[in-house]
Structure formats: C-alpha cells, structure tokens
C-alpha cells in the first residue's frame, strides 16, 4: 500500500515509519519543512514531500495515488490567541483530511487522537479540540472512508518530549523539586507499541470505524514516574508534591518559559485520569505493552551523557 504520513517527521511517526517500511508499504511524508527531516530518507524508497497540510488543495495533491492516509499531526501547546491553534491543528486540519481524502479516492484513514479526548467536557482546550477533532473526521468522511481512531495515553520511549522533559528539568531543580500536578494519574504506553498497533489495524478491517484506547501494562501516577525517571537517570533530587496552588503557580509562569514545559492548559488536563478503560493493545491487537521500567533505562541515560549525545548527534 502506498501511505501518506501528516505529522510523519515526529516523535511516533519516527518510530512508525521504520515498522510500515519493513510491512512493504510505500511510504510519503508530507511536512512543513522537509529540509529539517532528511534523515529520514535513508529508509529506502521514503518520499518525502513539502506540504502545507492546513491547505486543503495542496493536501489533497500530496495525497494522488496512496490508499492510506494516517494523520499524526498534534500540539500539546499553542503560541498566540488561546484556542486558536489547537483548534487549526486538532479540529480544522481533520476535517480538511477527510475532505482531501474524499478528493484524492484514499479510502483508509487511521488518526491519533488522544485518551480523555472529549468535544463537550474535555477538562483541556487540548482535550477538546482532539474531540472535535474526531467528529470533524467523521462527519467530512461522511461514511465514505474507513477510518480508525487511536487516543493513546501519554506516549514514551527514545526522543519522547515525556519522560526526557521530566529528566531534564529534574535535572535543573536545586536539591528538592516541587513537582505539580503529581498525583495525575497516566498510563505511559511505549512509543513502538503504537506503531505496531496502527500497522496491525491496516490488515484487520475489523478496526474500521472504531475507536481504541492505548495504554502500557500499568498506571502511574505522575510522582511515581518522576521519582523512577530521576532513580534511573541517576538525578538525586527529593520529589515532592506541589501544593495546589503552587502548581497553578508553576503553571502559568512556565508557559512563558522557551518551550512551554507546563502550562495552565496542561493543568487542567492533568485534572483528568489519562487511562484507558480497556486497553486495545492488548485486547484487539494482541500485544503485551513494554513497561516503563524495561525501556527507560534503555534511553534516558544519566544528565552527564547528554551532553555527549549532543555533541556526536
Ligand atoms: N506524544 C505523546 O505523548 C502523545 C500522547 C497522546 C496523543 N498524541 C498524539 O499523537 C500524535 C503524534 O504525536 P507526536 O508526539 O509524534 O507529535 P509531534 O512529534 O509533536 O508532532 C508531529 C508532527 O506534526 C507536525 N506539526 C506540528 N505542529 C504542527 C502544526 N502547527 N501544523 C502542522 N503540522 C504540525 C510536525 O511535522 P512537520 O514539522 O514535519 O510538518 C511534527 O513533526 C499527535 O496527534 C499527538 O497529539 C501524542
């Protein structure tokens, strides 16, 4: 099958690719700014496209002889008016998908959207757009395409902006870190999971017009994570719970911080289990989910190393 990747240059779609490429797919990448994705055009055979995905005509071109569309595309964080760019990402350019979609004769469409995704009481902007996001796929497919929806917990594994995040600003913390949020509770799924599981799904029509739920084998809550990444980097810092209104606090000054490592956004997102009530990677994709605590230690490394990696990378 020849497959179209929005999003394809980031985090999941650098883990997704290589396991569609070894399946025999043929592979296009639509990004904003191929030039900064080069490597991934030694999986053989990779096309990789400049396209503005927000427009819809120059979609659907990119989109001419592929049978599979899968939309990765996301923001955790917006810059500029609130609302306006999750709504553009998460709820505009799916609808725009399955217009394009319908245009270009691609039949199959699998989307990521998020768990605790909810259009009416999402306790986010995140979580609502992605709602949106779901209905405005359906609706604009208007039951001409086939399409599968994902809301993976939060996802982790090698270059995740999760886990590495977390290490990193454990690392700056001075002696005790005051950490928000840390009783949300999450259920961290591995970054190759995902990736297996939307490629089963293109060979198990069964999946089609469904919606799965993707979690790891546990749920954490975001104070265990932080003490087993600072454990297992090798950062010895005192993990302690913010008091709430410290972590509102924390909130609205670090979205102001490069990189919005926290947001008020996130906050209240946080304010939401991030669980699966049934995980489908077990129980319709038939794989047994990779711990945290087999893989972190496989990535993470102790702070000492990363300024190594940077240099050889
Ligand atoms: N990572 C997680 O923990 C997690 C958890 C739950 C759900 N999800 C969802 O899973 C999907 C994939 O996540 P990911 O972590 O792989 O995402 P990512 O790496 O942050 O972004 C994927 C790609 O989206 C494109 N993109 C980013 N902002 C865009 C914008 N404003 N307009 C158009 N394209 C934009 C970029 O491609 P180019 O720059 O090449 O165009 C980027 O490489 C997303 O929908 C995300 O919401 C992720």
């Known amino acids: 099958m020849q497959i179209a990747i929005l999003g394809g240059s980031g985090f999941v779609g650098q883990h997704l690719l290589p ?38 005509a120059a979609l ?11 939309n990765l595309v996301g923001i955790l964080n917006e810059s500029g008016h609130a609302g306006r760019g999750f709504r553009r990402v998460h709820v505009d350019l799916p609808a725009k998908l399955a217009r394009a979609c319908l245009g270009a004769q691609v039949g199959r469409v699998l989307h990521l959207s998020a768990a605790g995704a909810d259009a009416r009481q999402g306790a986010s902007l995140y979580l609502r757009t992605k709602g949106e996001g779901e209905q405005q796929l359906r609706v604009n497919g208007a039951d001409r395409l086939a399409i599968t929806i994902f809301r993976p917990s939060v996802i982790f594994g ?45 060979t198990q029509p069964e999946t089609i017009g469904q919606r799965y739920c993707l979690g790891g084998p546990r749920i954490y809550t975001l104070l265990e994570l932080a ?17 709430d209104p410290l972590a509102r606090l924390q909130a609205a000054i670090m979205e102001y911080f490069p990189g919005k490592p926290f947001s008020r956004d996130n906050y209240r997102s946080a304010q ?26 496989l990535y993470i490394g102790h702070p000492k190393s990363w300024a190594e990696r940077r240099r050889l990378t």
């Open 60 to 70: 659907t071109d990119s989109l001419c002889d592929c049978q599979v569309a899968i």
């Open 227 to 243: 003490r087993l990444t600072a454990e297992v980097a090798g950062i010895k810092r005192l993990v302690l719970p913010a008091p």
């Open 272 to 297: 939401v289990a991030n669980v699966c009530e049934t995980n489908a990677l077990e129980t319709v994709f038939g794989l047994a989910p990779r711990s945290v605590e087999a893989q972190l230690p």
């Open 19 to 56: 396991i569609l490429h070894s399946q025999g797919h043929g592979l296009r990448v639509l990004s904003r700014r191929p030039e900064r994705h080069r490597e991934l055009k030694l999986l053989p055979g990779l096309e990789l496209w400049p396209v503005d995905v927000h427009d819809e």
């Open 158 to 202: 090698p270059g995740d902006q999760f886990l590495n995040r977390l290490a990193r600003l454990l690392h700056w913390a001075p002696g005790i870190f005051p950490l928000p949020c840390a009783q949300a509770r999450m259920q961290p799924v591995f970054v190759g999971d995902v990736g297996l599981a939307l490629a089963a799904a293109l």
